[in-house]
Nanobody, 123 residues
Framework: QVQLVESGGGLVQAGGSLRLSCAASGRTFSRVAWFRQAPGKGREFVAAISRSGGVKYNVDSVKGRFTISRDNAKDTVYLQMNSLKSEDTAVYYC??????????????????WGQGTQVTVSS
């Protein structure tokens, strides 16, 4: 059974840091991405990483503050979030695909999704 399980969300003060994890099981994924959805808004691309380590970011939203990485031996992808702002408050979702070679900002590029983890940044 294919599963993506996110963890690491929580409540943090503005300026603080969190590290999200996405653990995959049941299949080897080529590309993995993080998306987020704030209350009352659509789901937004955050970052993506290919199996070889190529990365792509939503530069306007997270430039210089978030870093995506992966440990292929553990089938886990991480999102290190620093200098958090209140506008980063959202449910963060991990998404994965076993066909594509490169990270993609489009939701429909990914076949599998996790259940989401809440990140709340207090100002």
């Amino acid at each position: 059974q294919v599963q993506l399980v996110e963890s690491g969300g929580g409540l943090v003060q503005a300026g603080g840091s969190l590290r999200l994890s996405c653990a995959a099981s049941g299949r080897t994924f080529s590309r993995v991405a993080w998306f987020r959805q704030a209350p009352g808004k659509g789901r937004e691309f955050v970052a993506a990483i290919s199996r070889s380590g190529g990365v792509k970011y939503n530069v306007d939203s997270v430039k210089g503050r978030f870093t995506i990485s992966r440990d292929n031996a553990k089938d886990t992808v991480y999102l290190q979030m620093n200098s958090l702002k209140s506008e980063d408050t959202a449910v963060y979702y991990c998404a994965a695909d076993s066909k594509g070679l490169y990270g993609d900002y489009r939701m429909d590029a990914y076949d599998y999704w996790g259940q989401g983890t809440q990140v709340t940044v207090s100002s």
